[in-house]
């Protein structure tokens, strides 16, 4: 008891000086702030850039425009005190719209506001929406689109399903400028395909369908079980630094091929074990220290194929130089940094189609010229191959 009763008497002084405390602003009020004054305005596509001038008085923190776009949501758009614009943005359509200017000083309070009417320029969804284009590709559909503004835009792949609902397959966000994608894995009958564009502010296209239903060209993979990595005497070896030939084609993207110091350019040769008319070609890039833009990971290639079999000396006039393919990065970003659209852009794969009216194959070079970070070897990690083969 004598325990509990020290206790008591140590806590009683302490509880005793205790009181409640009143929460202040941190800064001290120096009076309601003036308004902002000279407003000058700029439409831009979907919304205003708007100049103005901050009153001179010395607790000012931020200039704040608020405003309703036509969905209903109202949105907020701030400033510092260093900068004298504001860009208000979300509209989707070309009417006149109000915002109203707050000045708040560093006591959070706001001024009386200046009332500020504007007309948006068209929206960069309304824009991009405007050049979609739905058609038939091999297994399914391709979507695609321009975006001049580069604006972050969200599609909705919708395709139907075996009941005829039409339901959404995929959902990709870019600000690529001109972009494409497809949906696979559908057969060869007609289908119906339809895609919804959206924005970061609400805004949703109605459903975007092609003129009329689609019917997908016929693709499968090309068996890799009867696939092999040819040695042509100008070939690249690929066994450098745990790297194996036949790891360009096994499965796993795990594993990769890796050609010594100075082989750029650097060409390997696959004999598909079968004659197929080629649909694509998707490459993968290894994952080296988090990032699959760096380090050996190809950028630039040529891809030849041949129509007969090729010497072994690897004569390079026995081949046909299909095309030149550069992987992108979506999001443009320097160095090894990685966007949530440029991590699946690279886990889905580098796709690239051949033309449409090239002849069946059973023979395919691809020369890697350039790597991500330029240096002279190169590791890709696997190659896939999809078309109808026509000749086993």
Not at 77 to 95: H, M, P, Q, R, W
Not at 194 to 204: H, Q, V
Request: glycine share 6%.
């Amino acid at each position: 008891m004598k325990n509990i009763f020290y206790i008591t008497m140590f806590l009683f002084p302490a509880l005793m000086g205790c009181s409640e405390k009143e929460l202040l602003p941190i800064s001290k009020s120096l009076g309601k702030p003036g308004v902002v004054t000279n407003v000058e305005q700029e439409a831009i596509p979907g919304g205003v850039r708007l100049t103005y001038q901050i009153p001179q008085t010395e607790d000012i923190l931020a200039v704040k425009a608020v405003y309703t776009l036509s969905t209903g949501r109202t949105y907020e758009a701030v400033s510092s005190f260093y900068e004298n614009t504001l860009e208000i943005e979300g509209f989707n359509d070309e009417k006149e719209h109000e915002a109203k200017l707050y000045v708040v000083n560093r006591a959070q309070e706001m001024s009386d506001p200046v009332s500020v009417k504007f007309t948006p320029l068209e929206s960069s969804l309304s824009k991009v929406v405007k050049t979609v284009k739905i058609i038939s590709d091999f297994g399914g559909a391709n979507f695609s689109w321009v975006n001049d503004d580069r604006a972050p835009i969200t599609f909705e792949f919708i395709a139907q399903d075996s009941l005829g609902q039409m339901l959404v397959r995929n959902v990709y966000t870019s600000e690529i400028d001109i972009a494409s994608r497809s949906l696979r894995g559908y057969a060869a009958v007609p289908w119906r395909f339809a895609a919804i564009a959206s924005d970061n502010f609400g805004n949703r296209s109605d459903s975007i369908f092609p003129p009329s239903v689609l019917t997908p060209l016929f693709e499968e993979r090309i068996d890799k079980t009867k696939m092999s990595v040819m040695k042509l005497a100008n070939d690249v070896n690929f066994t450098n630094w745990e790297g194996m030939d036949y790891y360009l084609i096994d499965d796993d993207k795990e594993t990769f091929g890796h050609s010594p110091a100075s082989s750029l350019p650097a060409p390997f040769t696959l004999d598909l074990g079968v004659k197929a008319k080629l649909s694509r070609i998707v490459l993968f890039n290894r994952r080296f220290e988090e990032s699959y833009y760096s380090h050996g990971n190809p950028k630039k290639m040529s891809v030849y194929v041949c129509f007969d079999a090729p010497s072994a000396n690897g004569n390079w006039d026995e081949w046909t130089h299909i095309m030149d393919i550069e992987q992108i990065k979506p999001s443009g970003s320097a160095g090894t940094t990685m966007t949530d659209e440029d991590l699946a852009f690279a886990e889905a794969g580098f796709e690239f189609p051949f033309p449409i009216d090239m002849a069946a194959v059973r023979y395919v070079r691809v020369v890697i010229n350039e790597t991500w970070t330029g240096s002279t070897f190169t590791h890709p990690a696997e190659v896939d191959l999809y078309g109808e083969v026509v000749n086993e």
